[in-house]
T-cell receptor
Framework: AQSVTQLDSQVPVFEEAPVELRCNYSSSVSVYLFWYVQYPNQGLQLLLKYLSGSTLVKGINGFEAEFNKSQTSFHLRKPSVHISDTAEYFC??????????FGPGTRLSVLP | DTGVSQDPRHKITKRGQNVTFRCDPISEHNRLYWYRQTLGQGPEFLTYFQNEAQLEKSRLLSDRFSAERPKGSFSTLEIQRTEQGDSAMYLCAGGLAGGSSSYNEQFFGPGTRLTVL
């Protein structure tokens, strides 16, 4: 079975500052990793995914994440955030594309 | 817009009533997933289909929950004898099974928010 931990439930940051949202996972098998964003009253939108290959993954809206197998982490980063990035961010894992396990989410608040 | 639609977007019902939600993925999606999301939590996996076959249903929350995908296209999720604890957002997602880079990606619908009074 897999599990996902998102260490920060809320992250406030000023506009144009950098941000890192942390994600750690546990699994006894190799996994695929994802970051999703959810705006209020909407479904989830895929930001980026790691399936294989380069451990640095670039996604939409200027986000990137780095897969670290030894630390079982997949932290999300953005060098300069905008007000429009205010949303809930979820890290997710799956082993075989069947059962997806999501973390509890991190609420990113970008302050003017 | 992912092309995945859910109906209704909001449902208010009284405890003990049955409710049914519908999900329409895009035609290419041979996989369809259902999740429940409660306030302040991440989505919780319930079940998934590959075409019309329900390949995982052990995570359905109780025998009051059931799902179908009769023709491998749209899917329904039914909750019988609703309880106040069933109040949540119910999300569905479409996806592809296969060896391409899109393997394992899910495309979420906007969700159905259920309120049980």
């Amino acid at each position: 079975a897999q599990s996902v931990t998102q260490l920060d439930s809320q992250v406030p940051v000023f506009e144009e500052a950098p941000v890192e949202l942390r994600c750690n996972y546990s699994s006894s098998v190799s996994v695929y990793l994802f970051w999703y964003v959810q705006y209020p009253n909407q479904g989830l939108q895929l930001l980026l995914k790691y399936l294989s290959g380069s451990t640095l993954v670039k996604g939409i809206n200027g986000f990137e994440a780095e897969f670290n197998k030894s630390q079982t982490s997949f932290h999300l980063r953005k060098p300069s955030v905008h007000i429009s990035d205010t949303a809930e961010y979820f890290c997710a894992v799956t082993a075989y594309g069947q059962n997806f396990v999501f973390g509890p989410g991190t609420r990113l608040s970008v302050l003017p | 817009d992912t092309g995945v639609s859910q109906d209704p977007r909001h449902k208010i019902t009284k405890r003990g009533q049955n409710v049914t939600f519908r999900c329409d993925p895009i035609s290419e999606h041979n996989r369809l997933y259902w999740y429940r999301q409660t306030l302040g939590q991440g989505p919780e996996f319930l079940t998934y289909f590959q075409n019309e076959a329900q390949l995982e249903k052990s995570r359905l929350l109780s025998d009051r929950f059931s799902a179908e995908r009769p023709k491998g296209s749209f899917s329904t999720l039914e909750i019988q004898r609703t309880e106040q604890g069933d109040s949540a957002m119910y999300l569905c997602a479409g996806g592809l099974a296969g060896g391409s880079s899109s393997y394992n990606e899910q495309f979420f619908g906007p969700g159905t928010r259920l309120t049980v009074l």
